[in-house]
């Protein structure tokens, strides 16, 4: 059984809004819970990327303009290399801003930000309000323990994502706006790349998600994790969920 988790955070400081480092504190605390060693670094602007040196990417949310940077940054300096990690295995999760980035663009007005393309989704800042609230979605994820899960958190964005032809969702929107507010999908997933807009942040909200992560960035089956006693974590899935009106 594997016994460290290493985790590489994408711009831990500028891509980081409503909360979403609170998504490292939690796999770092279901991991030690249970005798995995946790080890966290941090990649910035500038710094190189070494696929083989880690098992999971994060990237939170961030502004427009903090985005800008980082997306710069991310397909000059990193884009290869998180490309490699994806396809030797390593799990990519992004938030928000940083799912934008995992797609092939987000364009706002005349200006195109390019993504790194590992999924298959484009977002554009178009007219119209902020997405914004509590949000649920339903999702099917291989290996997950039960056919269905429910996903709750909460979205702010401009951006609408729409999907492309090898596209996949994440979820299906039981409540909020999803990917643009009209699709009812919500999110994207590729094998081991899941982008979500669900902040909250989104892993202490829903820790089973966050143990379905750990165990494919490990390579082992869910049910291989020793079982925690989550009911506190249950009570704050539950509360999310009503918050949502589910
Ligand atoms: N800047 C992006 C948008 O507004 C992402 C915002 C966020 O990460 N909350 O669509």
């Given at each position: 059984m594997a016994d460290v988790l290493r985790v590489c955070a994408l711009y831990p400081d500028l891509m980081n809004i409503y909360a979403d480092r609170g998504n490292l504190s939690l796999l770092r605390k279901r991991c030690e819970w249970r005798g995995i060693r946790f080890e966290l670094s941090g990649s910035g602007l500038g710094d190189a990327l070494d696929p083989e040196a880690h098992d999971l990417f994060y990237i939170g949310g961030g502004q427009d303009r903090d985005q800008r940077l980082c997306a710069a940054d991310l397909v000059e300096r990193k884009r290869e290399g998180l490309h490699a990690a994806a396809a030797r295995g390593a799990v990519v999760l992004g938030v928000c801003g940083g799912y934008q980035l995992l797609g092939h663009s987000y364009t706002l007005g005349s200006e195109e930000i390019a993504g790194?393309?590992?999924?298959?989704v484009r977002t554009t800042r178009e007219p119209g309000p902020r997405l914004i609230g509590n949000v649920a979605i339903e999702v099917a994820l291989d290996g997950a323990v039960g056919e269905r899960q429910v996903l709750a958190g909460f979205e702010n964005h401009g951006g609408r994502t729409r999907l492309g032809a090898e596209g996949q969702p994440l979820g299906r929107v039981l409540k909020g706006w999803g990917?643009?507010?009209?699709?009812?999908q919500e999110g994207a997933i590729s094998a081991g790349t899941i982008g979500t807009y669900?902040?909250?942040?989104l892993l202490p909200k829903n820790v089973w998600f966050a143990d379905w992560l750990i165990a494919r960035a490990l390579g082992i089956a869910v049910t291989d994790l020793a079982q925690l006693d989550d009911a506190l974590e249950q009570q704050t899935h539950m509360s999310a969920l009503r918050a949502a009106g589910v």
């Open positions: 790194v393309g590992l999924l298959d990917n643009d507010g009209r699709s009812g669900l902040h909250g942040p």
